[in-house]
């Protein structure tokens, strides 16, 4: 029913900057937070940061002063925007809605971080 489709995943070398988007197929006013997870290989998903409706932002020990969220209410979209990136930062992003009891997920972008 609800459709969140990431993008902008792709490689970059240490240190470098990317910027994921996440777009959702409804008014992201219908969803009382919105964030992007991770997982790894051989790791489990892991939040990185979320914003609620209200704007509040909240983010990961490894992404404070590194990334920051953000949304547009009006293109229904939600980006990650990520800088001094790490090997360590690789994995499948992936975007998280959440109304009420309901939560939803996106497929996920790879994100690969290598020289």
């Known amino acids: 029913q609800v459709q969140l489709v990431e993008s902008g995943g792709g490689l970059v070398q240490p240190g470098g900057s990317l910027t994921l988007s996440c777009a959702a197929s409804?008014?992201?006013?219908?969803?009382?937070?919105m964030g992007w997870y991770r997982q790894a290989p051989g790791k489990e998903r892991e939040l990185v940061a979320t914003i609620t409706v209200g704007g509040t932002t909240n983010y990961a020990d490894f992404a404070e002063g590194r990334f920051t969220i953000s949304r547009d209410n009006v293109q229904n979209t939600v980006y990650l925007q990520m800088g001094s990136l790490k090997p360590e930062d690789a994995a499948v992003y992936y975007c998280n809605a959440r109304r009420l009891s309901k939560r939803y997920w996106g497929q996920g972008t790879q994100v690969t971080v290598s020289s």
């Open positions: 409804e008014n992201i006013f219908n969803f009382n937070a």
